[in-house]
Every structure is written in structure tokens, then in C-alpha cells.
């Protein structure tokens, strides 16, 4: 990347640093004043400097020169912030610890008036959950950032090889600083995700202006603004891996789902690795990333010829190494659409149109995925004598592994299973799996990535920035022990109780497609509609599923095998695997307002059971709960299908704790009846009620004395479940299964 452009990214990235710095000092200046203040505490770069001191102006000064990068800065940022005047985001004294606004208050038809604490990301502790209170931040939050900023600035040199570095520090740190205290319509973006836009912007503007020879950037970005947000200047490109549930799941053999979260954790990176590659190719950087994860990402690029050739011969030549290496399991499709800044803040139609018309290429390519050439090149060999691989079935490239003929990449997972708690992950030339072309990963050490050659680093769920030259990705990896010991640890190991059972679970977002094109459309004439509160979206989703989701999961008996940008796949300890998605669906309603919703399906398996058949059949419970009317979770059999409130409040939380609490008052003679409560419930008949009324006054009289009184409560509840509705009986033939299974004994 050449100096100039690698100036425009810091400069973008830091125009409106001094937003931070003034809530800090409560400096009543400008902030480009203050910002560029700040900055030159720790370089001399000039160009740098005089982007943060000049781009907030609200008029550009004319003593710039044609072609200084304060035109493309200034109009990127007025372009990232959705609105067609200047970016001004001085203001009163008493504003500048105003609280960043919950980006779901204008989310659905449903204002609310939510605020977030300005605060650090952190990984541990409570999630930044926004609130209703609304007085200011206190300064004390700002002098702790600011001085988090100083501190990383001295070490920066700001090179090219720091800039992921930069969007690192300045995600973990501002992501809950607003980008304005003034503009109503920026309250809700960050001053993290507003920055990243304008460097991204800014980015694209360049390389466009570069392909037209067009270096008088006063002229076209300054007073011919209002033209130049009418250009195609913008591309909205996208990318969809496919095959990753089959290529996760699909796999033979007991010992196989030891790979399962390296198979996941390996698809992650690949998608990374597809970014970086294509940013890499086109000379932008990840401030040009909107989103990536579960196979997907967006990317804002210039529109030019030269990256529309990139964009076709990077697709191209990915394919041709997936075909190389997965045959037909693994296919990437790109699509994208030139855009106008106007067109993103002007209609929903046209807003709408941009994403439809990407969608459509993507979709239009999996149709048809290979050329004459490649159908003809994977159709060569004919059947294939060879044996199978013993875990994905594949039949190119076997080799003996562990007395198993296996293929070259899951011999490969076998390797990478046993690296996938590390911290950093190298991309080389030569050596660990193949990621891309000629390109391979692996996890190390701290010491060994001291040792190493690489061209590029991965570092996984951290902030830290211990490693300037890093990539820091955030993975869903939580694993409490391996797969085949769960059913084991269902069982209380005391007492011996529980059913020896693991449990999966499988869980999404509710229509989260339709949330993301219109959630922005329905308040003040879809106003609101603007890519800032796309990105920003985005991020709020993927903070949940990605970085906060280990702490949902922490010290329970599972291991989260794949978390995407709305999906979610684990394996545990029944009874574990309840309780976080519990704990997870209530913490998703309180992080959305209950905006947006979650169906869950969670079977329950022997421990021998192949991970492709758990993973099937928990996928049709989920499709059930989506039936539902979604918001919904099917728990074991597709008969036992409820609203979430409704199986947390009325079963888990209500019948199943009246059931152990009066049950385990009665011996194991007394236990037995619980069934035959079950079998009347299943075959309800008011004739039935007798029987009922026989069964409970039995189990009265071997209630010890000191409990009957208390038995008798619980008799007649269970007598109101019976003859109640039909839902009510379901909701207590739940309720006891569920105790069936804790107090089960299996040798």
C-alpha cells in the first residue's frame, strides 16, 4: 500500500479522535483542534495531523491544497454518517458526556430510550447492557480510555502493518463512546464503528478518484460535493461460504467429534483469511470490512474496474483450490453492487436494492457454481475405486492415520484439534492446513511464534495488543471437557442420578435476515435506515454471539462447537445444555430489548451417536420451534414444543421445581409413581381422573407425617394441572420427564 493511502487510513481513522480527549478534559475547543493536539504527542506525520485538525471543520479551509487528503477524509466521514452536511460533533459543555443511545431504540416500530455506560470492551464481567437511566457518563470513564489510548500511542508507528492493530485498540476502546453529542442521528453510533466507516469510505474514494486520473479533490469533493454523492462511486460486495454445515457435521466414526470444533474454528479462520486475502489483493484494509462470520461478510470497496477483475479472479481462484481440496463440499460465491453515497440515505427502496441486487449475483452463482472446465476436471476420474476416508468420506488424497485411512485434511484436523486452545494462529507458505492458496494455518505458542516466519497472525478472543502486527478474531470456543465424556458427567457423580445422556443444542436469530434490510425502516418514515446502523447492528450481534457468548457458557459442562453471526451449535451435559440456553435466550431479550428473538431445538442422544444424526435431528426440533410461531424451543421430541416464557416460567422454573420439591420428600417406592402420573397425562381421559384421584391419595399415605400437609398443597396443584387446559398438562408431562431423567440410574 503506498504511503499516501496508508496516511488516509490513520487519518480517517483518527479525524475525530479529539471527541474522545474533549470528554476527558472538558476542552471547550474544536475537536480537530484538540485532536490533532493530542496526536502530535506521538508522530511527526504531518498529513496525519492535519486530517484530525481540518476534516471536522465545518467548511474546509480553501488554504489546503487541490489535492490534500482532508477533501476525502471530510467527505468519507459525512458520508459514514448518513446525513448531507458537515460532520460536526462539537458541542455545550454539559453535552460532552452525553451516553451513547442503545442502537435498538430506533430498531422495529417500538421507540425506546436505552443508554450504554462508556466503558472499555471487556471480556470478562457482565456485558455492557444498555440501560434506561439517562444522566451523563462520568468523566472518570473518559480519563480511563484516554489514558488506554496514550499508553498503546507510544507504542505505535503507524505503518501499514499496524493499521489492524489501530482498529483493534480503537474497537475495545470506543465502541461505547458516541461519535456525536450533538447530531441526534449519531447518538446510537460509536465512535469506534464511525471511524471505521470513514476510513473505509475514504479507502474507496481514493482508489475511485485514482482510476478517473482525478488529483483536484477541492474541486470534486469539495465544491461539487453534492454531485459526487451521486456517482457510483461504491461497491457493496459480498461473499457466501457454503458446505459448512455438512463439512462440520457430516463426519463418521466415534473418534471424530473430537474434530468437531476444530472443523468449526477452522471454517472461522478460513472466512477471515478470505477477507484478508481479498482486502490484501485490493489494497484496502479491514476499516473496508462491515461484517464477517458463519460463512458470510460484507465489504464496502471502490467501484472500479480493477477491483471488479480482482473480485472475479480472487472467486476464481479460490474455488479452483476449495475443488483442489474439498472436491464439491466447500464453494465460495461473491456478489456485489455499485451504490451511491445518496443511495444508502435516501429511500429504503434504494437502500434495499443495493443489498438485493448482491444477494441475487451470490445466489445466481450457486445455481450454477463451475465452469465447463472444472465440471469437466471433477467428472474426469469417473467412480473412484479407492476407499473411503473413515471420517468425511472423501476419497482424494488418503493416508494412514491412527490405523485409519483418512484424507490429507482430516489428518490435518487431527493436528489442529490439539491447537485450537491457543491463543495465536499463523498463516504461512508451508506448513499446518491448507487455509487458501498457497497459504496453510496453525496454532502456536507465545515462544513459538517468536520462532516463526508468518505472514500474517491471528489472535484469537483477546483485546490485548501485546502483538502490534495482529489480527484479532472472536470465536465462540468455550469447551468444558471432550464430547465423549458428557453423558458421563449428566450423572451426579454422588449419587449416581441422572440419565447418561449428552445433549445438543441447536439455535437462531428469528428472521434476522428481514431485522438486518428493514429492523431501521419503520420509525420516522425509515429515516433511521442507514449503513452506520447496519454496521452497527452487525457488531451488536456479533459482541453477543462471539465475545460474550463464552461467558454465558462459563463453568457449565459444554462446549460450544460453532457460534455464527446468528446460529448456535453445542454439545454438553443435558441438564447444562438447558441452563445456558436459558441463560442464553434471557440475556439475548435484555441485549435486544426484546426486539429479537430465538428458537432453539435440544436433543437428547446416547454418547455413541454420530455427530451428523444429532446434529439432523436437533435441527428438525429447531424447525419445529421456528414453527411455533419461533421464540420458541422444542426440547427433546418435536410434542414437546413451547413459547420460551412459557417453558421457562411455567415448566422449568415452575412445575419442574413443585415436582422436586414434593418428590424427593418420598423414597424410591414413592418415586415410581411419577411415571404412572406421566402415562396419565399422555392419555388423558376424565374417566382418568379417578385413577388420578387413586394414585396421589396412595402416594399421601407414604409421605411421611411431617410432609403430608405439604403434600396435600402439591396433590391438588397437580390435580388443577390434570383437569386444567391441554397446554397445562403438557406443561406437567414436561416437567416430570425432566425429573425423570435427574433422578434416573444407568449403570
Same mark, same amino acid.
Given at each position: 500500500?503506498?504511503?499516501?493511502?496508508?496516511?488516509?487510513?490513520?487519518?480517517?481513522?483518527?479525524?475525530?479522535?479529539?471527541?474522545?480527549?474533549?470528554?476527558?478534559?472538558?476542552?471547550?475547543?474544536?475537536?480537530?483542534?484538540?485532536?490533532?493536539?493530542?496526536?502530535?504527542?506521538?508522530?511527526?506525520?504531518?498529513?496525519?495531523?492535519?486530517?484530525?485538525?481540518?476534516?471536522?471543520?465545518?467548511?474546509?479551509?480553501?488554504?489546503?491544497?487541490?489535492?490534500?487528503?482532508?477533501?476525502?477524509?471530510?467527505?468519507?466521514?459525512?458520508?459514514?454518517?448518513?446525513?448531507?452536511?458537515?460532520?460536526?460533533?462539537?458541542?455545550?459543555?454539559?453535552?460532552?458526556?452525553?451516553?451513547?443511545?442503545?442502537?435498538?431504540?430506533?430498531?422495529?416500530?417500538?421507540?425506546?430510550?436505552?443508554?450504554?455506560?462508556?466503558?472499555?470492551?471487556?471480556?470478562?464481567?457482565?456485558?455492557?447492557?444498555?440501560?434506561?437511566?439517562?444522566?451523563?457518563?462520568?468523566?472518570?470513564?473518559?480519563?480511563?480510555?484516554?489514558?488506554?489510548?496514550?499508553?498503546?500511542?507510544?507504542?505505535?508507528?503507524?505503518?501499514?502493518?499496524?493499521?489492524?492493530?489501530?482498529?483493534?485498540?480503537?474497537?475495545?476502546?470506543?465502541?461505547?463512546?458516541? &461519535?456525536?453529542?450533538?447530531?441526534?442521528?449519531?447518538?446510537?453510533?460509536?465512535?469506534?464503528?464511525?471511524?471505521?466507516?470513514?476510513?473505509?469510505?475514504?479507502? &474507496?474514494?481514493?482508489?475511485?478518484?485514482?482510476?478517473?486520473?482525478?488529483?483536484?479533490?477541492?474541486?470534486?469533493?469539495?465544491?461539487?460535493?453534492?454531485?459526487?454523492?451521486? @456517482?457510483? &462511486?461504491?461497491?457493496?460486495?459480498?461473499?457466501?461460504?457454503?458446505?459448512?454445515?455438512?463439512?462440520?457435521?457430516?463426519?463418521?466414526?466415534?473418534?471424530?467429534?473430537?474434530?468437531?470444533?476444530?472443523?468449526?474454528?477452522?471454517?472461522?479462520?478460513?472466512?477471515?483469511?478470505?477477507?484478508?486475502?481479498?482486502?490484501?489483493?485490493?489494497?484496502?484494509?479491514?476499516?473496508?470490512?462491515?461484517?464477517?462470520?458463519?460463512?458470510?461478510?460484507?465489504?464496502?470497496?471502490?467501484?472500479?474496474?480493477?477491483?471488479?477483475?480482482?473480485?472475479?479472479?480472487?472467486?476464481?481462484?479460490?474455488?479452483?483450490?476449495?475443488?483442489?481440496?474439498?472436491?464439491?463440499?466447500?464453494?465460495?460465491?461473491?456478489?456485489?453492487?455499485?451504490?451511491?453515497?445518496?443511495?444508502?440515505?435516501?429511500?429504503?427502496?434504494?437502500?434495499?436494492?443495493?443489498?438485493?441486487?448482491?444477494?441475487?449475483?451470490?445466489? @445466481?452463482?450457486?445455481?450454477?457454481?463451475?465452469?465447463?472446465?472444472?465440471?469437466?476436471?471433477?467428472?474426469?476420474?469417473?467412480?473412484?475405486?479407492?476407499?473411503?476416508?473413515?471420517?468425511?468420506?472423501?476419497?482424494?488424497?488418503?493416508?494412514?492415520?491412527?490405523? @485409519?485411512?483418512?484424507?490429507?485434511?482430516?489428518?490435518?484436523?487431527?493436528?489442529?484439534?490439539?491447537?485450537?486452545?491457543?491463543?495465536?494462529?499463523?498463516?504461512?507458505?508451508?506448513?499446518?492446513?491448507?487455509?487458501?492458496?498457497?497459504?496453510?494455518?496453525?496454532?502456536?505458542?507465545?515462544?513459538?511464534?517468536?520462532?516463526?516466519?508468518?505472514?500474517?497472525?491471528?489472535?484469537?478472543?483477546?483485546?490485548?495488543?501485546?502483538?502490534?502486527?495482529?489480527?484479532?478474531?472472536?470465536?465462540?470456543?468455550?469447551?468444558?471437557?471432550?464430547?465423549?465424556?458428557?453423558?458421563?458427567?449428566?450423572?451426579?457423580?454422588?449419587?449416581?442420578?441422572?440419565?447418561?445422556?449428552?445433549?445438543?443444542?441447536?439455535?437462531?436469530?428469528?428472521?434476522?435476515?428481514?431485522?438486518?434490510?428493514?429492523?431501521?425502516?419503520?420509525?420516522?418514515?425509515?429515516?433511521?435506515?442507514?449503513?452506520?446502523?447496519?454496521?452497527?447492528?452487525?457488531?451488536?450481534?456479533?459482541?453477543?454471539?462471539?465475545?460474550?457468548?463464552?461467558?454465558?457458557?462459563?463453568?457449565?459442562?459444554?462446549?460450544?462447537?460453532?457460534?455464527?453471526?446468528?446460529?448456535?451449535?453445542?454439545?454438553?451435559?443435558?441438564?447444562?445444555?438447558?441452563?445456558?440456553?436459558?441463560?442464553?435466550?434471557?440475556?439475548?431479550?435484555?441485549?435486544?430489548?426484546?426486539?429479537?428473538?430465538?428458537?432453539?431445538?435440544?436433543?437428547?442422544?446416547?454418547?455413541?451417536?454420530?455427530?451428523?444424526?444429532?446434529?439432523?435431528?436437533?435441527?428438525?426440533?429447531?424447525?419445529? &420451534?421456528?414453527?411455533?410461531?419461533?421464540?420458541?424451543?422444542?426440547?427433546?421430541?418435536?410434542?414437546?414444543?413451547?413459547?420460551?416464557? @412459557?417453558?421457562?416460567?411455567?415448566?422449568?422454573?415452575?412445575?419442574?421445581?413443585?415436582?422436586?420439591?414434593?418428590?424427593?420428600?418420598?423414597?424410591?417406592?414413592?418415586?415410581?409413581?411419577?411415571?404412572?402420573?406421566?402415562?396419565?397425562?399422555?392419555?388423558?381421559?376424565?374417566?382418568?381422573?379417578?385413577?388420578?384421584?387413586?394414585?396421589?391419595?396412595?402416594?399421601?399415605?407414604?409421605?411421611?407425617?411431617?410432609?403430608?400437609?405439604?403434600?396435600?398443597?402439591?396433590?391438588?396443584?397437580?390435580?388443577?394441572?390434570?383437569?386444567?387446559?391441554?397446554?397445562?398438562?403438557?406443561?406437567?408431562?414436561?416437567?416430570?420427564?425432566?425429573?425423570?431423567?435427574?433422578?434416573?440410574?444407568?449403570?
Amino acid at each position: 500500500m503506498k504511503k499516501e493511502k496508508i496516511d488516509l487510513v490513520y487519518g480517517s481513522l483518527l479525524h475525530a479522535i479529539g471527541k474522545v480527549i474533549q470528554g476527558s478534559s472538558y476542552d471547550e475547543r474544536d475537536i480537530g483542534t484538540i485532536g490533532s493536539e493530542w496526536f502530535k504527542r506521538f508522530s511527526d506525520n504531518k498529513k496525519i495531523a492535519q486530517q484530525i485538525a481540518k476534516a471536522t471543520s465545518i467548511d474546509v479551509t480553501t488554504e489546503l491544497a487541490p489535492d490534500s487528503l482532508v477533501y476525502i477524509t471530510s467527505a468519507a466521514a459525512k458520508i459514514a454518517s448518513g446525513l448531507k452536511g458537515a460532520v460536526k460533533t462539537q458541542e455545550r459543555k454539559e453535552d460532552f458526556l452525553s451516553k451513547q443511545s442503545d442502537i435498538f431504540n430506533v430498531f422495529s416500530d417500538s421507540p425506546s430510550q436505552r443508554y450504554l455506560d462508556a466503558r472499555p470492551l471487556e471480556l470478562g464481567g457482565e456485558p455492557n447492557y444498555a440501560k434506561e437511566a439517562t444522566g451523563p457518563s462520568d468523566q472518570s470513564d473518559y480519563d480511563r480510555i484516554v489514558e488506554t489510548l496514550e499508553k498503546e500511542f507510544e507504542r505505535l508507528d503507524f505503518s501499514q502493518s499496524q493499521i489492524d492493530a489501530l482498529l483493534n485498540l480503537l474497537e475495545s476502546t470506543l465502541s461505547y463512546v458516541p &461519535a456525536s453529542t450533538k447530531m441526534k442521528e449519531l447518538a446510537d453510533i460509536s465512535l469506534a464503528t464511525y471511524s471505521r466507516l470513514t476510513a473505509g469510505f475514504a479507502l &474507496a474514494i481514493a482508489d475511485y478518484l485514482a482510476e478517473k486520473n482525478c488529483l483536484d479533490y477541492e474541486k470534486v469533493l469539495g465544491q461539487d460535493l453534492e454531485n459526487f454523492y451521486d @456517482q457510483k &462511486a461504491f461497491l457493496l460486495a459480498s461473499f457466501d461460504l457454503s458446505g459448512i454445515q455438512d463439512f462440520i457435521y457430516n463426519i463418521a466414526t466415534a473418534g471424530a467429534a473430537k474434530q468437531l470444533k476444530a472443523r468449526s474454528l477452522y471454517l472461522d479462520f478460513m472466512g477471515e483469511h478470505i477477507v484478508d486475502s481479498l482486502l490484501e489483493k485490493l489494497e484496502l484494509t479491514r476499516a473496508n470490512l462491515l461484517y464477517v462470520g458463519g460463512g458470510h461478510a460484507y465489504f464496502i470497496l471502490p467501484n472500479t474496474e480493477k477491483t471488479i477483475e480482482i473480485l472475479a479472479s480472487f472467486e476464481a481462484e479460490f474455488n479452483q483450490f476449495l475443488v483442489q481440496h474439498f472436491h464439491t463440499g466447500l464453494y465460495v460465491a461473491f456478489g456485489w453492487s455499485p451504490f451511491s453515497a445518496n443511495d444508502m440515505t435516501t429511500t429504503l427502496e434504494n437502500y434495499r436494492k443495493v443489498y438485493q441486487t448482491t444477494s441475487r449475483m451470490i445466489s @445466481q452463482k450457486k445455481i450454477s457454481r463451475y465452469d465447463a472446465k472444472t465440471l469437466l476436471e471433477l467428472n474426469q476420474g469417473g467412480k473412484s475405486s479407492q476407499r473411503e476416508c473413515a471420517i468425511c468420506h472423501s476419497v482424494e488424497k488418503l493416508t494412514k492415520h491412527n490405523d @485409519q485411512e483418512v484424507c490429507h485434511i482430516c489428518a490435518g484436523m487431527y493436528r489442529f484439534s490439539k491447537e485450537i486452545q491457543e491463543k495465536y494462529y499463523l498463516v504461512t507458505k508451508e506448513k499446518g492446513l491448507p487455509i487458501g492458496p498457497g497459504a496453510y494455518i496453525r496454532g502456536v505458542s507465545k515462544d513459538e511464534l517468536a520462532q516463526e516466519e508468518w505472514t500474517r497472525v491471528y489472535v484469537k478472543n483477546s483485546y490485548s495488543t501485546d502483538l502490534l502486527k495482529a489480527t484479532h478474531v472472536f470465536v465462540g470456543d468455550y469447551k468444558y471437557a471432550e464430547i465423549d465424556q458428557y453423558a458421563n458427567l449428566s450423572k451426579d457423580s454422588e449419587s449416581g442420578q441422572g440419565i447418561k445422556r449428552l445433549a445438543v443444542l441447536r439455535l437462531d436469530v428469528d428472521d434476522l435476515g428481514a431485522a438486518f434490510m428493514a429492523g431501521f425502516s419503520y420509525q420516522e418514515g425509515g429515516k433511521f435506515n442507514t449503513l452506520a446502523r447496519s454496521a452497527t447492528f452487525s457488531r451488536s450481534m456479533s459482541l453477543f454471539f462471539k465475545v460474550y457468548i463464552n461467558q454465558f457458557a462459563k463453568e457449565k459442562k459444554l462446549s460450544i462447537i460453532y457460534a455464527g453471526g446468528d446460529d448456535v451449535f453445542a454439545i454438553g451435559s443435558w441438564q447444562d445444555i438447558i441452563e445456558f440456553t436459558i441463560c442464553l435466550r434471557q440475556n439475548f431479550i435484555k441485549w435486544t430489548n426484546g426486539k429479537l428473538t430465538l428458537s432453539a431445538g435440544i436433543g437428547l442422544f446416547p454418547d455413541k451417536t454420530p455427530v451428523s444424526l444429532m446434529a439432523e435431528e436437533t435441527g428438525k426440533l429447531e424447525g419445529a &420451534a421456528k414453527d411455533n410461531d419461533k421464540d420458541s424451543i422444542s426440547i427433546f421430541d418435536k410434542d414437546y414444543t413451547l413459547k420460551f416464557d @412459557q417453558f421457562i416460567d411455567n415448566v422449568y422454573r415452575g412445575k419442574l421445581e413443585h415436582i422436586r420439591y414434593y418428590f424427593n420428600i418420598q423414597d424410591e417406592r414413592g418415586k415410581s409413581f411419577v411415571y404412572r402420573l406421566i402415562e396419565l397425562l399422555r392419555n388423558y381421559d376424565r374417566m382418568n381422573i379417578a385413577r388420578l384421584a387413586y394414585y396421589l391419595t396412595r402416594l399421601e399415605d407414604q409421605t411421611p407425617k411431617d410432609k403430608k400437609e405439604e403434600f396435600r398443597t402439591f396433590k391438588d396443584l397437580f390435580f388443577s394441572w390434570y383437569t386444567g387446559s391441554e397446554i397445562e398438562r403438557k406443561e406437567a408431562e414436561m416437567a416430570l420427564l425432566l425429573y425423570v431423567y435427574e433422578i434416573r440410574k444407568d449403570s
